[in-house]
């Protein structure tokens, strides 16, 4: 028996369809080692010896696999080809030999593009040795991102508290989006005006013009930047005689877009169907694994992490004549299409991501996938059959008209300029099955075809417009554009991006509004103390000059342990710096970086860091238990705070009349009680409060509520919850509608239910309130907690080795997975629609291993796919105790750590394995 190993059960299952009975194909489920999350796991002083360690789930995985390789007579790795995936190849040899499986058993490592049935029996018979310089890659990116997370992080702790950790390319990405809100928040708006003449030919034709020029200079698109000014061109327009005075027509190529690579598939998804990278790695990862087409499992795709544009010659074969059938000869062009990438330090090694066969179209397929699968396909399909399609051909038209006011021999006269431009497709080409709406691409695929003009024609003003416009700041990242631009400075690696955008907002450094990244302040905090006292390790071309030695390493160019010793002496001498470092030193750095962000300028002259409550001490960021906060120098006579951000007018009020100084907004009184009613900003956000006195009366504000959209009777309705709506059918007893912690509810008796989305907290009816109530006493609804009774759930399918169904449940503290006795919580983030039979494995598995011992689980650090590690408390070299709850990070010597846990230590002086990988397996 021949056993091969993937990573995922769905790779397995459609492999061992291709490979008969002599085969059995196992997964791995992804990594089975890794480095543990604490210190000394990277130890610089031995060579940089790293430490591997199967946690509960590798350990049991690695036994479950040794079990089956056991008596084999053949081992096969068939692992993703690329250095991810020849890492999980060597760690899994190298765990084998640990265990004293393999013996004389020979071993082989194959890898392929496309899961399908030619391309697996193809790799199966051309194997090869285990690539030494992807593994050695692979090796010096992980101990760099141990080494910066693991020595980075613990100073973020020490002088910037509520900071969460830092990363080597996380924080270059960080960087990025405050250094763009920064942009947006110095931005000066600035006036102009356009003037665009309607104008009609002599057979009543009309088409618009836009001023240009007068007497005799060129009036660009700012120039004209005062009313007075653009109202005098106006009057001139008015009674200008127009006349053609040029035509100009040329032939234009669009030539179709490469196929797609990680990068820019990531990139399209996003604007055309709003998915988030990490969205559309999962789907593709789906169709690239392998689908049921009508009894048939199939891979759709090709490899998805790959930044190379390039075609296999016999698929572009195949797609030339799939144009030539279904869209004539005429798109064929005459030689096929050859691409190169730009991108910086592109490895070209893979192909594009292209469909593994072109002639299942998208109608065709579409019925056996789920609408996410079928989007994507037909997006990937459309793309890489464009790519080899003919150029379209246009014809840009340009017309210049002069306006001539008064006699040109008079005084008064003046001639104006004006130009028309249009755009019209003599032939559609590729733009007959594809377009992409690009950022940076200035050309109109709209234009119009502008009327036939000759020179000197006369031609009349139907109407004149006169518009006033202003310029406008940068926009904000979206996940796709941030995406391109790190893809343009070379930094990161195809596989990474998803997981780094994911990781910045896992740990609250950025949000998503309106699909734009908005730094928080957590995150420009950390990215201000990186550029005051580590700026070499956030610069984009430290960063990308880092992963062009990375890819030195991969071609055998550049021993690893070279570039680690050259990276880590500068590195630890900076680190080393930060030891002296005084909080004193870090907030002075921080004020006059954040100063524009902290106190912006009010526009009045006045000092916008003056404290408003006492009128003499100066604001400035302080640091407490709590993170960041803005205090007064005269504290503790003057005890005003307020939170890092500057308050806005939504925050205080629209205007000194209603705003005391310390921030706080007079709505009115309370007609009832003659009390004050004010809303404030507190430590937990805004809220409403009654009066004054030891316990006044307050009031949250309900989630989508704004400070701005109070007003006196909105503040008193909610000050007045928990209050009756309607009475019980059956009991007769009240139902209450109030505001809790969990949000707004109904309530009777015991029984609460929460309100749904759409319902108004302070305009719920009886009716309303009554059927919310009845439909939870009844079994159906949400409790106080948003926990649903009953709720049937998702059913994901049948747990790949134990059997019994596995099915997503929605619970009081979030959703989770059910398999048997095991409910496994969803990480952070994780949608239970995006879940994957693969991760529920993985979770359930991992929720088993837990609860199996005796002890609270070792809480390991959370790895993301680029390699970097999210270490939540370093060791100070002293165990902690595990029975205060879940075991901290770095606590070396938890007992249910060490369960099961199968250490390596590689590098030189450990007795056991070396950090040099096998060069033949």
């Not at 104008?199 to 060129?218: H, N, Q, Y």
């Not at 984009?540 to 030195?552: H, I, V």
């Not at 990276?567 to 680190?575: L, Y």
């Not at 994957?836 to 929720?847: C, F, G, H, M, S």
Request: aromatic share 6%; net charge positive; charged share 30%.
């Amino acid at each position: 028996m021949n056993v091969v190993i993937v990573e995922s059960p769905a790779k397995a299952k459609t492999i061992n369809k291709y490979l008969g009975s002599d085969y059995e194909v196992i997964a791995s489920f992804g990594h089975v080692r890794d480095l543990p999350p604490k210190d000394g796991s990277v130890d610089p002083d031995a060579d940089f010896a790293m430490i591997w360690e199967a946690d509960g789930r590798g350990a049991k995985r690695i036994a479950e696999i040794v079990k089956v390789v056991k008596g084999a007579s053949k081992l096969i790795l068939a692992t993703d080809p690329d250095r991810e995936g020849e890492a999980i190849s060597w760690h899994l040899l190298e765990a084998l030999r640990e265990k004293r499986v393999l013996k004389d058993m020979p071993v082989e490592r194959v890898t392929f593009n496309a899961i399908t049935k030619q391309a697996v029996l193809e790799a199966m018979a051309n194997p090869r040795a285990i690539d030494v310089d992807l593994v050695e890659a692979y090796l010096a990116r992980r101990a760099l991102d141990y080494l910066v997370g693991f020595n980075l992080s613990p100073v973020l702790w020490r002088k910037l508290p509520g900071a969460r950790s830092a990363g080597r390319v996380q924080s270059v990405a960080l960087r990025l989006v405050c250094e763009r809100e920064s942009e947006i928040e110095r931005f000066i708006k600035k006036e102009y005006w356009s003037l665009v003449a309607t104008l009609a030919t002599p057979r009543a034709e009309t088409f618009e013009a836009r001023l240009v020029g007068a007497d005799g200079k060129k009036i660009q698109r700012l120039d004209v930047g005062a009313e007075a000014e653009a109202r005098a061109f106006e009057k001139a327009l008015h009674e200008a005689h127009f006349a053609v005075a040029g035509v100009e027509a040329k032939p234009a190529r669009r030539h179709p877009f490469p196929p797609f690579t990680t990068s820019t598939l990531q990139q399209e998804a996003s604007r055309k169907f709003g998915f988030a990278p990490n969205r559309t790695m999962q789907v593709a990862q789906r169709l690239y694994e392998g689908v049921d087409i009508g009894g048939e499992t199939v891979g759709l795709i090709t490899y998805m992490r790959t930044d190379g544009v390039d075609v296999a010659p016999e698929a572009i074969t195949e797609i030339r004549g799939l144009i030539g059938k279904d869209f004539g000869p005429r798109y064929v062009p005459g030689s096929p299409r050859k691409y190169v990438s730009k991108v910086k330090n592109a490895q070209e090694a893979h192909e594009a991501i292209r469909p593994t066969d072109a002639r299942r179209h998208p109608k065709d397929v579409a019925r056996y996938l789920e609408a996410e699968q079928a989007k994507l396909y037909e997006l990937i399909w459309k793309r890489t059959v464009a790519s080899q399609m003919e150029s379209a051909e246009l014809e840009r038209t340009t017309v210049d008209v002069t306006a001539t006011v008064g006699g040109l021999g008079s005084s008064l006269g003046r001639k104006l300029e004006l130009r028309a431009t249009g755009q019209v497709v003599k032939f559609d080409g590729f733009l007959t099955l594809y377009t992409e709406d690009r950022d940076d691409d200035g050309d109109d695929e709209d234009g119009k075809r502008l009327p036939a003009m000759t020179v000197g024609e006369k031609v009349t003003k139907q109407a004149i417009a006169t518009t006033q416009h202003f310029t406008e700041p940068p926009p904000r990242y979206s996940e796709a554009s941030l995406v391109k631009r790190m893809e343009e400075l070379g930094i990161g690696r195809p596989s990474t991006y998803a997981a780094t955008l994911q990781t910045l907002q896992d740990r609250e450094y950025v949000k998503i509004e309106k699909k734009r990244l908005v730094p928080e302040d957590k995150g420009r905090l950390v990215t201000a103390f990186l550029e005051n006292f580590f700026n070499r390790y956030v610069e984009y071309g430290f960063t990308a000059a880092l992963e062009e030695k990375l890819d030195l390493v991969s071609n055998h160019e550049l021993d690893w342990k070279a570039l680690l010793r050259d990276f880590w002496r500068d590195f630890n001498a900076a680190i080393d710096s930060t030891k002296e470092l005084r909080v004193t030193d870090v907030l002075a750095a921080l004020n006059d970086s954040l100063g524009p962000h902290i106190f912006p300028d009010k526009g009045d002259g006045s000092n916008p860091r003056l404290c408003p409550t006492c009128g003499t001490g100066a604001l400035s960021l302080k640091l407490g238990k709590f993170g960041a906060f803005i205090g007064c120098s005269n504290y503790p006579e003057c005890r005003f705070t307020r939170q890092l951000s500057a308050p806005s007018a939504e925050a205080v009020g629209d205007g000194p009349a209603d705003a005391s100084p310390d921030g706080t907004r007079r709505l009115g009184e309370d007609p009832v009680s003659g009390l004050e009613v004010t809303v404030r900003d507190g430590r937990f956000g805004p809220y409403i409060q009654l009066g004054e006195g030891e316990k006044p009366k307050r009031s949250s504000l309900p989630k989508g509520m704004t400070p701005a959209a109070l007003d006196l009777e909105r503040a008193l309705a909610l000050l007045a919850l928990p209050k009756e709506v309607a009475v019980h059918p059956e009991s007769g007893k009240p139902i209450l509608v109030g505001l809790g912690r969990y949000g707004p509810y109904v309530q009777h008796d015991r029984t609460y239910a929460n309100l749904e989305k759409d319902d108004d907290l302070l305009a719920i009816g009886a009716n309303r309130a009554i059927d919310l109530i009845v439909a939870k006493e009844s079994g159906g609804g949400k409790g106080r907690f948003g926990r649903a009774a009953a709720a049937p759930g998702r059913e994901l399918g049948d747990h790949p080795t134990l059997g019994g169904p596995m099915t997503v449940m929605a619970g009081r503290y979030g959703p989770y997975v059910k398999h048997g006795s095991v409910n496994a919580t969803l990480p952070k983030g994780k949608s239970p629609e995006a879940l994957t039979i693969e991760e529920a494995v993985q979770l359930i598995a991992a929720r088993a291993e837990m609860s199996g011992s005796s002890k609270k689980p070792f809480k390991r650090g959370k790895a993301a796919s680029n390699g970097e590690t999210k270490p939540e408390a370093k060791s100070a070299g002293k165990a902690r105790s595990a029975k205060t709850g879940a075991a901290k990070i770095g606590a070396a010597k938890t007992g249910a750590a060490k369960t099961g846990a199968a250490k390596a230590r590689t590098g030189a002086g450990k007795s056991a394995a070396k950090a040099k990988p096998a060069a033949k397996a």
